[in-house]
T-cell receptor, first 112, second 114 residues
Framework: QQQVKQSPQSLIVQKGGIPIINCAYE??????FPWYQQFPGKGPALLIAIRPDVSEKKEGRFTISFNKSAKQFSLHIMDSQPGDSATYFC???????????FGPGTRLSVLP | ETGVTQSPTHLIKTRGQQVTLRCSSQ?????VSWYQQALGQGPQFIFQ???????GRGNFPPRFSGLQFPNYSSELNVNALELDDSALYLC?????????????FGPGTRLLVL
């Protein structure tokens, strides 16, 4: 069964730090790799996504770095804030390009 | 807010019972996907509906079934509930189907099976 691996499982940083979350995927047939952010009691929400024709994408304080040869992509959060404390999921497309396979999630805590 | 709503927010059932969960998609979104999220895990794809037809299914047994209606609402039905069905059930709507489409998730229904 197709898997998406994430690391670390949990992460604690001080305010202003730069947490980095890594994702390893299997399916290379499709070209869209999103990160979703989920707060307690809420559904996941799209944070940022990348297509592998670029190696990096920035949106505000959030950056995705993409390494196509290694089949990995990472989320960097610059100047992290306590409000960034949430669970982050990366996703890959399924083998039919129909839907997403989500990673197990990384729980981020940003201390004030 | 995503504009996707789900009801009820919480539900308690006993093993063997049946349950219906409801979702209201964003207006104009022809696709709805349902996911099961166990505690501490990522969402797992159950099935997807596009224009009222099932358009794909994950690794879930037939006792998980669904419906999509013309008014952008949909249902997830689970028969013969098992303890392992306890989870957060999420629906997500998108304009079209496909792994390049942004999916807008609802807040979920938390189901507890005793």
């Amino acid at each position: 069964q197709q898997q998406v691996k994430q690391s670390p499982q949990s992460l604690i940083v001080q305010k202003g730090g730069i947490p980095i979350i890594n994702c390893a995927y299997e399916n290379t047939a499709f070209d869209y790799f999103p990160w979703y952010q989920q707060f307690p009691g809420k559904g996941p929400a799209l944070l940022i996504a990348i297509r592998p024709d670029v190696s990096e994408k920035k949106e505000g304080r959030f950056t995705i770095s993409f390494n196509k040869s290694a089949k990995q992509f990472s989320l960097h959060i610059m100047d992290s804030q306590p409000g960034d404390s949430a669970t982050y999921f990366c996703a890959d497309s399924d083998n039919y390009g129909q839907n997403f396979v989500f990673g197990p999630g990384t729980r981020l805590s940003v201390l004030p | 807010e995503t504009g996707v709503t789900q009801s009820p927010t919480h539900l308690i059932k006993t093993r063997g019972q049946q349950v219906t969960l409801r979702c209201s998609s964003q207006s104009g979104h022809n696709t709805v996907s349902w996911y099961q999220q166990a505690l501490g895990q990522g969402p797992q794809f159950i099935f997807q509906y596009y224009r009222e037809e099932e358009n794909g299914r994950g690794n879930f047994p037939p006792r998980f079934s669904g419906l999509q209606f013309p008014n952008y609402s949909s249902e997830l039905n689970v028969n013969a509930l098992e303890l392992d069905d306890s989870a957060l059930y999420l629906c997500a709507s998108s304009l079209h189907w496909g792994a390049r489409e942004t999916q807008y998730f609802g807040p979920g229904t938390r189901l507890l099976v005793l």
